[in-house]
């Protein structure tokens, strides 16, 4: 007699409720925005009732917290070494997302949706310590990009050099949303690589730079 294999664990089930759901969530919040889109319409390209979102989220605002997690884990597996030469030249900060099945129009509006959920959650006393949390998580990735590119008799901790990494890759990707206008990615990694060891910048630019 053939074994059945054993179902799914209400755990398992779960799991893959709240994954489906993230899933829905990202497209959604993607094309709709934060505040347009609605958890009925979620639940319903999730394959499952509103109730399901209630029974995994507790409201919009975590499931939205819930998807800007995956992404940062998206982003965590991937980190980019400013010395490092690109696969593909002409390769951005979209790349991570793309390759993980997320189209470029997408990305950018989910990113447009995550500066909708920032003005409202700044201004809330329950969201914003949430909000801080994932914050901290994206400084702590370019932190770590310093820490291991920065020469050893930089001045700057590299917390600070973290912050000025942040501040120039996070400001590229709202000159892109605002203007669609992306800096030459060659320009880019020279910024990027001027912020964490500019002798070497300069010493492997040539000298023509």
Sequence with gaps: ????????????RQRQTREALIFAARAVFSEDGYHAASLERIAREAGFSKGAVYSN????????????????????????????????PASTGWDVAEREGYPLEATQGFALATLEFIASAARDETLAPQLHQRLAAVLDRYDAIARKARPDDETLGAAEVGTLLAALDQGAGLILLAGDVMPDPAV??????????PAR????AGPEA
């Design 1 to 12: 007699m053939t074994q059945l294999p054993d179902p799914l664990s209400r755990r398992d």
């Design 188 to 197: 880019f990694t020279a910024g990027m690589r001027r912020l964490v060891d």
């Design 57 to 88: 989220f507790d409201g919009k605002s975590a499931l939205f917290l819930a998807v800007m997690d995956q992404n940062l884990e998206l982003a965590e597996a991937d980190p980019r070494h400013p010395f490092e030469k690109p696969s593909n």
């Design 201 to 204: 910048a300069a010493a492997e």
